[in-house]
């Protein structure tokens, strides 16, 4: 007889942008989860490329360079192709020290070619980057932070604090989608959704807006303390929360509760 799966009979709402499911998708349904996508934020261009583009083309004035997310990588990264053209691997080899948030950015780095990435060793957030970071001395050296339109500026005004001096380049925008698919919004409305991923604190915001009180008919799962803090301010505190901002761990915090509660109701 076939062993049930931890996620055997579970509907899974993920919340991501659609290009960015594919992978958690894959996951889930390893575990034999049924998946619906339904994205809360949307990834565009910036309105204007002139400060991005100067940036690129003054690489190599920047001792180090921060990645905040895999979107980041790739916008930054497909700009800088198509104004480098067949000379794209030396701009690269121009950049000296580069960081990823986490495993997700430092893999999406090294689609480009990226071949030396510093990635934290345990916290895959601001703190953690400040942390990396800070083993070595930062007074003086200019660093690029890429990110997206929205975010916090902790790790921007804590390496300046240390001395470093510090560019904030927005690469892309992030922006919220306000109307669920019909048939999504009359899932999580009847309680047929079990989980709903969240993983961003700006899918979280975007998700209440979205969903309202119908949110309380299913279970949230968090990629991060710092995204449980949002929903919980927000008024839905999140089921699960993973040990590491990682889809395998956002994943493993599912199959750990729902595991829990098997047990919990075997004994009683």
């Known amino acids: 007889m076939t062993e049930k799966l931890p996620l055997s009979h579970q509907n899974v709402l993920l919340t991501r942008p659609a290009h960015q499911c594919g992978e958690l998708k894959r996951l889930f349904e390893a575990q034999d989860a049924t998946v619906f996508l339904q994205p809360t934020i949307e990834i565009l261009p910036p309105n204007d490329w002139q400060s991005v583009d100067e940036a690129i083309n003054s690489i190599s004035s920047y001792d180090i360079l921060v990645f905040a997310s ?56 601001a703190e953690g980057i400040i942390a990396l970071l800070t083993q070595q001395s930062i007074a003086g050296k200019r660093i690029l932070l890429v990110r997206g339109s929205r975010g916090r500026t902790l790790l921007s005004d804590q390496l300046e604090r240390l001395g470093a001096v510090v560019d904030q380049m927005s690469v892309y925008q992030s922006v919220d989608l306000t109307v669920p698919a019909p048939e999504i919004a009359s899932l999580v409305r009847c309680g047929k959704i079990d989980w709903i991923t969240v993983t961003s ?4 915001r975007s998700l209440v807006r979205m969903f309202g009180g119908d949110l309380r008919k299913t279970k949230l799962a968090s990629i991060s303390p710092i995204t449980s ?27 750990r509760f729902r595991n829990q509660n098997s047990e919990k109701n075997n004994e009683s």
């Not at 604190?201 to 979280?204: D, F, K, M, V, W």
């Open 201 to 204: 604190s700006a899918i979280g």
């Open 70 to 125: 895999s979107n980041g990588v790739r916008s930054f990264f497909d700009r800088a192709k198509s104004l480098h053209g067949t000379l794209f691997s030396n701009f690269v080899d121009r950049i000296p020290f580069m960081v990823a948030t986490g495993p997700g950015t430092s893999e999406t780095l090294s689609e480009y070619g990226v071949r030396e990435i510093h990635t934290p060793s345990e916290s895959y957030d």
């Open 229 to 255: 803090q949002t929903l919980t301010d927000c008024g839905f505190p999140p089921t699960a929360e993973a040990t590491k901002a990682t889809l395998p761990a956002l994943i493993e915090a599912v199959c």
